[in-house]
């Protein structure tokens, strides 16, 4: 793999650009490289932006999706992978789903308060929760926060169930409330790993825990029962499709129950971020990548369609999903992960407990 020569390229970033707004009537554009543009070009720093919201859980209608409901403490995320389908949301609160999405993060620090008076609600019936549906509720902000364990901690006061989803070692700083909400079948981990090469992970993925640190992390969870699952998610051709077999194997040796992956899918924004960042991480093979995964979204590097957007089509997400078959039935033997538990949800009538 090439190694990047470009001076312009922003290491610890995998966004390289600010792309524009759709929903903005008037954008920043770089008209001179010295000047005002360098506050707006240069790698700034991470900013912090509190929001305020009445209610804090997510409905989900999408067939594609397993998950009810979801909840999402933070919007925008530092890890920075350059796939991110979650980019696109950024530019719903005037941002770009570029550089700003990596370094303008949106708290939601009333949000473990909020869940509990849902949960208090008249009527509410409860659903499997995923953390998070949209951008990872362990991103480095949260060591300092810590709204993802006081959501916890009201999950488990409530006895509802909560399936997560993330690629930081950080939460094994939780371990102590998931194993006590796994023992009363309420609680699930999926860790991301899409691939073991560690000169790939530092340019998609700039500031996440390499793929060893999360195998680590799969495994004490295995070794705590806390059920657990790999999630090779995405697979992009060209770059980590070959890696399959070995990241199922790892996570399989390591503990995990279970697998799943998605293909990549380009939307938005995200088309012009990762066209642009692969010409410059991968110049020798940036066209091939591109047409790969145009080639498993009929020609296209987007794709909507229900049903088919996340496993896409044709030969080349055939040959993917048979080797993702192969390599499941190989490597994990008909493990499966424990289905969560509804029927322990526990409403206090109003009565909230003094938890924060």
């Not at 308060?113 to 659903?127: D, V």
């Not at 999360?214 to 699952?229: E, T």
């Not at 410059?280 to 498993?296: F, M, Q």
């Not at 040959?319 to 969560?340: A, C, G, H, T, W």
Request: proline share 5%.
């Amino acid at each position: 793999m090439d190694t990047i020569q470009n001076p312009d390229y922003f290491k610890g970033r995998g966004a390289q650009v600010n792309t524009p707004n759709k929903f903005a009537a008037q954008r920043y554009v770089a008209e001179h490289t010295e000047g005002l543009d360098e506050e707006f070009l240069e790698n700034s720093n991470t900013q912090l932006i509190d929001e305020h919201p009445k209610k804090i859980i997510s409905t989900n209608d999408s067939p594609d999706l397993p998950m009810g409901y979801s909840l999402n403490p933070y919007q925008g995320c530092e890890h920075g992978c350059i796939y991110c389908y979650a980019r696109n949301a950024h530019e719903y609160w005037g941002y770009s789903a570029g550089l700003d999405f990596e370094r303008k993060i949106i708290v939601k620090r009333n949000a473990a308060e909020l869940l509990e008076r849902q949960f208090n609600t008249k009527g509410y019936r409860p659903k499997v929760i995923m953390l998070s549906g949209n951008t990872d509720c362990y991103q480095p902000i949260e060591r300092k926060l810590g709204i993802t364990r006081a959501i916890l901690q009201v999950m488990l006061a409530y006895r509802h169930p909560v399936s997560i989803i993330s690629k930081n070692n950080l939460i094994l700083r939780d371990m102590d409330i998931l194993a006590k909400m796994a023992s009363l079948g309420l609680a699930q981990v999926a860790i991301s790993i899409n691939s073991l090469n560690e000169e790939l992970r530092q340019k998609m993925e700039p500031r996440t825990v390499t793929a060893t640190g999360r195998l680590r992390v799969i495994q004490k969870l295995s070794d705590a029962n806390i059920p657990v699952m790999v999630m090779c998610a995405p697979i992009i051709p060209g770059l980590n499709s070959e890696e399959v077999p070995d990241v199922i194997k790892a996570a399989a040796s390591h503990g995990a129950r279970g697998a799943g992956y998605t293909i990549v899918r380009l939307n938005g924004a995200i088309g012009e971020l990762f066209t642009d960042w692969v010409h410059k991480a991968y110049p020798d093979r940036a066209d091939k990548v591109l047409n790969s995964i145009a080639a498993c979204h009929g020609g296209k590097l987007n794709d909507s369609r229900w049903g088919v957007r996340m496993r896409g089509e044709g030969k080349e997400a055939e040959s993917i999903r048979q080797l993702f078959k192969i390599s499941v039935r190989r490597y994990l033997n008909q493990r499966m992960l424990p289905e969560l538990r509804l029927d322990l949800f526990a409403p206090k009538k109003g009565k909230q407990l003094d938890l924060f």
